[in-house]
């Protein structure tokens, strides 16, 4: 057991935990967050999709202690109350079935959408292809991801 | 219960609830046990934390209305439905329904579902029946709340109800609008303690009569699913997120060879680590119990077990399934199971056939492989058992467990929240029976996951199929003779969380009484074919208990498999006969002139012609000339009905000839379910179950050497990925009913039968693109590539 100490959606954690432990169960056991979920320990599917400094990571298999920066989970994806572009375009376009893989889709757009704000058909495929959907919703989440750029791009214009 | 730092929203509601009226106590004492939720209740906040409902739990009575409907002080109302929502919007189609029929508006009402103690006994999901049957109770019921509301008002404005009005919760006199009474004056916060009438809980219902379809205002719209928010910020609390205070973690250790014996357990390998609590063995059961989530990982990964291999291999690797399956004398044949289904001469059609088509198909197991493994949390407080738990089926679940722990039902009860799909597996929830099992052994609550290997080895599968097709035509190309036999390696079905199959205690060595060979039925289709056999057999692996590849329901059970083999033996046929392979289903439908009560052949044509217009289908017998390009594209058709529901699936590949890979641009999916609730629900699970197929047609097969499973994860297992979604996808919604506009037009399942025609779609597709018949799933480029070589395109 090691005290770490964590930034996570904006607030400062210290968690008293071996060191080796993979972030998810610090996330959901500690911190009480329901965004990430296992999928398969094994950085393949996902489903435990988290941002460090903005860049998708899988806390699944991240040892608490290697984290840096500022953690965001699905949580802590709104701004200022206001849902992220890309959440509102997944509501709009219905895209979840069950939606337990849908963290991982929603942070991974948003960043897909931060580094490249409009994406073609390709790159939305090539961006995605990691996280996995057993329900198989990959073409209403395609559908949402260009939404959600056509909807960013707009508000970039209004400023 | 008390707060952890996730609690199931509809307890802190009930808590509110609780807090704020009178009203549990005063159905308790009239013996109900009716829990009112208000609307506000289930987003409600800083809720003192109190127990919700001690044991024990008796069922709610489905012949009281207050068991299914509840109107609050406000006039806002909640349904009880005892169902679970796969992901398919059930909840949100339900409740649409039964606002329609009680004249409420869609956001004045609350849905709780697959709650034993709280909602009567539907039976949870399965057979895509929520909307075709359940919700129709519900609307029953809804429709007698509605008319015992108008009659109270009558009473109270000393009027005939027919000189009253209903608009959304609101009665009124018709000759003077003014004089108005809510259902919230009505009736809030009370007891309608209306009794009603029904043999069982599918025919319950009132004395009023449901509403014809013209007058429905909230059926038919797209209203956006109640659930989809909080799955997107966040908020939404998952049956895999439930803490109590003073849980602990386990994890399964597994047997590494399947029918291996355990010998001996050395505790002393773990119970040195932090957080160790407990290592639970029961024959050939293993757990270990951490204080930590992450500290019973390892824990389970370090435990030093040792198991002694079976005497004889308990199957044969899968590159041998289909040669066994064939070469196997099958079970006997027992009460009807697997007689053959005659109808004229068939042997006697194809001898006298102009021409004679045969071909063998083959189907490997396939798993269900959710996105997210098993997992339950058990709370043995008080004496009782409450499992909160994704089973699909939370009442079988609920006695299951109480039978395998020897406890009265009614101090078990489960409480169903919502978990990474079902698609059947949750029809038989192992980890739920494992988490009451060490609760009960621990004294504590106990929280059980599967690992990713244990989910993608040991879940349940569906079954692989061996078929063998012959048919015949005659001189003009017509279809005389179909001849349909098939091998299922289908051996002890697990059923339903049945307390001597789950697979804890098979491990723990319970047995059912009377193992039974699983069967299938035959394709679904309505041709006309004059003489036909269909036979189906179940085939005996040499290991039927303890083993990972115990068979259960997997998405449209069996059709898939059997519609695969079937309707590509049928463009198989139509290539024979020079035909084009719409114009040759047509023509099967056509043949006969009388229909069922349903209207099953004219709704078949009608979906087969939908699919083809939508798509320009252009008629011409396959394969289309094959063009010289690197890519090759062609167009399969596939048609087949499920319960009352038919559709047909149109798509179009490309197939790469380089390296055998098949990517299926486009789909058209012509889908007639009768009355549709829901349009964009609708579309999205259609949409699913055509990706669900496209995967299960390309990529998935259970792998197994001559001991275990090798396919374990997402690599040695793969499934469809975003790469692969179609570009374009076109739902055609049909109403194939001869009278269309008929007031009692019902709604029929939507949740499985679109995934039954895509497999054999893809293959008439690739057919149509290479003239190459692909007749074994899955098509992984190696075996496309192989085939394309062989036949040297």
Same mark, same amino acid.
């Given at each position: 057991?090691?005290?770490?100490?964590?930034?996570?959606?904006?607030?400062?954690?210290?968690?008293?935990?071996?060191?080796?432990?993979?972030?998810?169960?610090?996330?959901?056991?500690?911190?009480?967050?329901?965004?990430?979920?296992?999928?398969?320990?094994?950085?393949?599917?996902?489903?435990?999709?988290?941002?460090?400094?903005?860049?998708?990571?899988?806390?699944?298999?991240?040892?608490?202690?290697?984290?840096?920066?500022?953690?965001?989970?699905?949580?802590?994806?709104?701004?200022?109350?206001?849902?992220?572009?890309?959440?509102?375009?997944?509501?709009?376009?219905?895209?979840?079935?069950?939606?337990?893989?849908?963290?991982?889709?929603?942070?991974?757009?948003? +960043?897909?959408? =931060?580094?490249?704000?409009?994406?073609?058909?390709?790159?939305?495929?090539? $961006?995605?292809?990691?996280?996995?959907?057993?329900?198989?919703?990959?073409?209403?989440?395609?559908?949402?991801?260009?939404?959600?750029?056509?909807?960013?791009?707009?508000?970039?214009?209004?400023? | 219960?008390?707060?952890?730092?996730?609690?199931?929203?509809?307890?802190?509601?009930?808590?509110?609830?609780?807090?704020?009226?009178?009203?549990?106590?005063?159905?308790?004492?009239?013996?109900?046990?009716?829990?009112?939720?208000?609307?506000?209740?289930?987003?409600?906040?800083?809720? +003192?934390?109190?127990?919700?409902?001690?044991?024990?739990?008796?069922?709610?009575?489905?012949?009281?209305?207050?068991?299914?409907?509840?109107?609050?002080?406000?006039?806002?109302?909640?349904?009880?439905?005892?169902?679970?929502?796969?992901?398919?919007?059930?909840?949100?189609?339900?409740?649409?329904?039964?606002?329609?029929?009680?004249?409420?508006?869609?956001?004045?009402?609350?849905?709780?579902?697959?709650?034993?103690?709280?909602?009567?006994?539907?039976?949870?999901?399965?057979?895509?029946?929520?909307?075709?049957?359940?919700?129709?109770?519900?609307?029953?019921? /809804?429709?007698?709340?509605?008319?015992?509301?108008?009659?109270?008002?009558?009473?109270?404005?000393?009027?005939?109800?027919?000189?009253?009005?209903?608009?959304?919760?609101?009665?009124?006199?018709?000759?003077?609008?003014?004089?108005?009474?809510?259902?919230?004056?009505?009736?809030?916060?009370?007891?309608?303690?209306?009794?009603?009438?029904?043999?069982?809980?599918?025919?319950?219902?009132?004395? +009023?009569?449901?509403?014809?379809?013209?007058?429905?205002?909230?059926?038919?719209?797209?209203?956006?699913?109640?659930?989809?928010?909080?799955?997107?910020?966040?908020?939404?609390?998952?049956?895999?997120?439930?803490?109590?205070?003073?849980?602990?973690?386990?994890?399964?250790?597994?047997?590494?060879?399947?029918?291996?014996?355990?010998?001996?357990?050395?505790?002393?390998?773990?119970?040195?680590?932090?957080?160790?609590?407990?290592?639970?063995?029961?024959?050939?059961?293993?757990?270990?119990?951490?204080?930590?989530?992450?500290?019973?990982?390892?824990?389970?990964?370090?435990?030093?077990?040792?198991?002694?291999?079976?005497?004889?291999?308990?199957?044969?690797?899968?590159?041998?399934?289909?040669?066994?399956?064939?070469?196997?004398?099958?079970?006997?044949?027992?009460?009807?199971?697997?007689?053959?289904?005659?109808?004229?001469?068939?042997?006697?059609?194809?001898?006298?056939?102009?021409?004679?088509?045969?071909?063998?198909?083959?189907?490997?197991?396939?798993?269900?492989?959710?996105?997210?493994?098993?997992?339950?949390?058990?709370?043995?407080?008080?004496?009782?058992?409450?499992?909160?738990?994704?089973?699909?089926?939370?009442?079988?679940?609920?006695?299951?467990?109480?039978?395998?722990?020897?406890?009265?039902?009614?101090?078990?009860?489960?409480?169903?929240? =919502?978990?990474?799909?079902?698609?059947?597996?949750?029809?038989?929830?192992?980890?739920?029976?494992?988490?009451?099992?060490?609760?009960?052994?621990?004294?504590?609550?106990?929280?059980?996951?599967?690992?990713?290997?244990?989910?993608?080895?040991?879940?349940?599968?569906?079954?692989?199929?061996?078929?063998?097709?012959?048919?015949?035509?005659?001189?003009?190309?017509?279809?005389?003779?179909?001849?349909?036999?098939?091998?299922?390696?289908?051996?002890?079905?697990?059923?339903?969380?049945?307390?001597?199959?789950?697979?804890?205690?098979?491990?723990?060595?319970?047995?059912?009484?009377?193992?039974?060979?699983?069967?299938?039925?035959?394709?679904?289709?309505?041709?006309?074919?004059?003489?036909?056999?269909?036979?189906?057999?179940?085939?005996?692996?040499?290991?039927?208990?303890?083993?990972?590849?115990?068979?259960?329901?997997?998405?449209?059970?069996?059709?898939?498999?059997?519609?695969?083999? /079937?309707?590509?033996?049928?463009?198989?046929?139509?290539?024979?006969?020079?035909?084009?392979?719409?114009?040759?289903?047509?023509?099967?439908?056509?043949?006969?002139?009388?229909?069922?009560?349903?209207?099953?052949?004219?709704?078949?044509?009608?979906?087969?012609?939908?699919?083809?217009?939508?798509?320009?289908?252009?008629?011409?017998?396959?394969?289309?000339?094959? $063009? $010289?390009?690197?890519?090759?594209?062609?167009?399969?058709?596939?048609?087949?009905?499920?319960?009352?529901?038919?559709?047909?699936?149109?798509?179009?590949?490309?197939?790469?000839?380089?390296?055998?890979?098949?990517?299926?641009?486009?789909?058209?999916?012509?889908?007639?379910?009768?009355?549709?609730?829901?349009?964009?629900?609708?579309?999205?699970?259609?949409?699913?179950?055509?990706?669900?197929?496209?995967?299960?047609?390309?990529? =998935?097969?259970?792998?197994?050497?001559?001991?275990?499973?090798?396919?374990?994860?997402?690599?040695?297992?793969?499934?469809?990925?975003?790469?692969?979604?179609?570009?374009?996808?076109?739902?055609?919604?049909?109403?194939?009913?001869?009278?269309?506009?008929?007031?009692?037009?019902?709604?029929?399942?939507?949740?499985?039968?679109?995934?039954?025609?895509?497999?054999?779609?893809?293959?008439?597709?690739?057919?149509?693109?290479?003239?190459?018949?692909?007749?074994?799933?899955?098509?992984?480029?190696?075996?496309?590539?192989?085939?394309?070589?062989?036949?040297?395109?």
């Amino acid at each position: 057991m090691q005290e770490t100490t964590l930034t996570v959606n904006g607030k400062t954690h210290t968690v008293n935990v071996d060191p080796a432990t993979p972030l998810l169960y610090v996330l959901r056991n500690d911190l009480g967050l329901r965004g990430p979920r296992f999928g398969c320990g094994l950085a393949q599917c996902g489903t435990c999709t988290v941002l460090m400094d903005g860049r998708p990571i899988r806390s699944c298999i991240l040892p608490v202690s290697r984290t840096r920066g500022e953690i965001t989970t699905l949580e802590g994806l709104p701004e200022d109350g206001e849902l992220h572009p890309v959440q509102q375009a997944w509501i709009d376009e219905q895209v979840p079935q069950c939606g337990f893989c849908q963290n991982g889709q929603i942070l991974t757009a948003a +960043a897909l959408l =931060e580094t490249n704000p409009a994406p073609t058909d390709d790159e939305i495929r090539r $961006g995605m292809n990691p996280i996995l959907c057993r329900c198989m919703t990959y073409f209403r989440i395609q559908s949402a991801v260009k939404r959600a750029a056509a909807a960013m791009a707009e508000t970039e214009a209004d400023r | 219960m008390s707060a952890g730092h996730g609690v199931n929203a509809i307890d802190r509601a009930l808590r509110r609830w609780e807090g704020t009226a009178s009203r549990r106590d005063f159905l308790k004492s009239s013996g109900l046990f009716v829990f009112g939720l208000s609307a506000l209740g289930a987003a409600g906040e800083g809720l +003192a934390a109190q127990p919700a409902a001690d044991g024990p739990y008796p069922d709610p009575d489905f012949l009281q209305l207050d068991s299914w409907l509840v109107v609050h002080e406000d006039g806002s109302a909640t349904f009880y439905v005892g169902k679970t929502d796969g992901g398919q919007g059930t909840g949100t189609a339900t409740r649409q329904m039964m606002c329609d029929e009680l004249d409420i508006a869609f956001d004045r009402a609350t849905v709780v579902m697959g709650r034993t103690d709280l909602t009567v006994d539907q039976g949870g999901s399965g057979g895509s029946d929520a909307i075709e049957r359940d919700a129709m109770v519900g609307r029953r019921i /809804a429709a007698e709340a509605r008319r015992v509301l108008l009659e109270m008002a009558s009473e109270r404005f000393g009027e005939p109800v027919e000189e009253l009005r209903v608009s959304e919760g609101v009665i009124s006199l018709a000759s003077d609008p003014s004089r108005s009474v809510t259902y919230g004056e009505l009736v809030g916060g009370r007891r309608f303690d209306v009794a009603l009438t029904g043999a069982n809980i599918n025919q319950a219902g009132g004395v +009023a009569s449901i509403k014809p379809v013209q007058d429905l205002k909230l059926v038919g719209q797209s209203i956006p699913r109640y659930d989809i928010p909080a799955k997107v910020d966040g908020s939404f609390e998952w049956a895999v997120d439930v803490h109590l205070p003073g849980m602990v973690h386990a994890r399964n250790v597994r047997p590494p060879f399947a029918g291996a014996t355990l010998t001996a357990v050395d505790e002393s390998s773990v119970s040195g680590m932090p957080g160790f609590l407990r290592v639970v063995r029961k024959g050939n059961y293993v757990a270990v119990v951490c204080e930590r989530e992450e500290q019973a990982i390892e824990a389970a990964e370090g435990l030093a077990v040792t198991w002694e291999k079976p005497a004889t291999a308990p199957f044969p690797p899968s590159d041998d399934l289909f040669a066994y399956l064939r070469s196997t004398e099958p079970e006997p044949r027992s009460g009807g199971r697997g007689a053959p289904q005659v109808e004229g001469d068939p042997d006697g059609a194809l001898a006298r056939a102009a021409t004679v088509v045969e071909a063998a198909y083959d189907v490997p197991f396939q798993g269900h492989t959710a996105i997210g493994p098993a997992h339950a949390l058990a709370d043995p407080s008080d004496g009782q058992m409450t499992i909160y738990t994704n089973d699909m089926k939370p009442y079988s679940h609920r006695t299951g467990i109480a039978e395998f722990l020897g406890m009265p039902p009614e101090e078990v009860r489960v409480i169903w929240m =919502e978990g990474p799909q079902l698609y059947g597996r949750t029809a038989a929830d192992d980890a739920g029976f494992e988490a009451a099992y060490l609760a009960k052994e621990l004294g504590r609550p106990v929280r059980v996951q599967w690992m990713r290997h244990e989910e993608t080895a040991w879940d349940t599968k569906g079954p692989a199929f061996a078929i063998d097709l012959r048919g015949g035509l005659d001189a003009d190309g017509n279809l005389v003779a179909l001849d349909y036999r098939s091998r299922i390696a289908n051996y002890a079905h697990v059923g339903y969380n049945q307390a001597r199959t789950v697979l804890i205690a098979q491990l723990m060595g319970l047995r059912p009484e009377r193992p039974v060979p699983g069967g299938a039925g035959g394709p679904d289709e309505m041709y006309h074919v004059p003489n036909r056999r269909e036979e189906t057999r179940a085939v005996r692996l040499p290991l039927v208990f303890e083993t990972p590849l115990r068979t259960g329901n997997l998405r449209d059970p069996n059709g898939p498999q059997i519609t695969f083999a /079937a309707e590509s033996f049928i463009d198989e046929l139509a290539a024979a006969a020079d035909a084009d392979p719409v114009e040759f289903r047509l023509h099967l439908l056509r043949g006969a002139a009388d229909d069922d009560e349903i209207f099953r052949r004219a709704r078949s044509i009608a979906v087969v012609e939908a699919a083809a217009k939508a798509y320009g289908w252009e008629a011409r017998p396959s394969p289309a000339r094959a $063009g $010289g390009g690197r890519l090759l594209t062609g167009r399969g058709i596939a048609y087949a009905y499920r319960a009352r529901t038919t559709v047909a699936v149109i798509a179009e590949v490309e197939v790469d000839r380089e390296n055998g890979q098949v990517r299926v641009p486009r789909m058209v999916c012509a889908h007639d379910c009768g009355l549709v609730i829901n349009p964009d629900g609708l579309e999205n699970t259609i949409q699913g179950n055509l990706l669900h197929g496209i995967s299960r047609t390309l990529y =998935e097969e259970v792998r197994f050497d001559g001991e275990k499973v090798t396919s374990v994860d997402w690599r040695s297992h793969p499934t469809l990925t975003h790469r692969d979604a179609p570009e374009r996808i076109d739902v055609v919604v049909v109403n194939g009913d001869p009278n269309p506009d008929r007031p009692d037009l019902r709604p029929y399942g939507a949740g499985e039968p679109s995934h039954k025609p895509v497999p054999a779609a893809i293959a008439n597709a690739v057919h149509d693109a290479t003239g190459v018949r692909m007749r074994r799933l899955p098509f992984r480029p190696e075996r496309v590539l192989a085939e394309l070589q062989a036949a040297g395109v």
